[in-house]
């Protein structure tokens, strides 16, 4: 059964860092572009970072050189390394397919919160 578990979210100070992972369970990983997604309070949710199924990578400019994408394909794991923390940078995230409009069940998210 196809699962995607977040992990790794919390309360942290601005400037602070975080590392959040995507498990995906039930598919080939190895196969499918993915994303990182958030979504901040009474906002749309947002993707922000995409690492296709060759490993090359993509950022949104509200993230570019503050954040970074890795996989693990043999781990089935998807991980965001997020540094320089930002209020701006609260929300839940979700890990998702990406460059397709077909995505898998989204899981429950993890919460970020960046606050003193």
């Known amino acids: 059964q196809l699962q995607l578990a977040e992990s790794g979210g919390g309360l942290v100070q601005p400037r602070g860092s975080l590392r959040l992972s995507c498990a995906a369970s039930?598919?080939?990983?190895?196969?499918?572009?993915m994303g990182w997604y958030r979504q901040a309070p009474g906002k749309q949710r947002e993707l922000v970072a995409t690492i296709t199924s060759g490993g090359s990578t993509h950022y949104a400019d509200s993230i570019k050189g503050r954040f970074t994408i890795s996989r693990d394909n043999a781990l089935t794991t998807m991980y965001l390394r997020m540094n320089s923390l930002k209020p701006d940078d609260t929300a839940v995230y979700y890990c998702?397919?990406?460059?397709?409009?077909?995505?898998?069940?989204w899981g429950q998210g993890t919460q970020v919160t960046v606050s003193s």
């Open positions: 039930g598919i080939i990983f190895s196969n499918y572009d």
């Open positions: 998702n397919r990406a460059l397709s409009s077909r995505k898998f069940n």
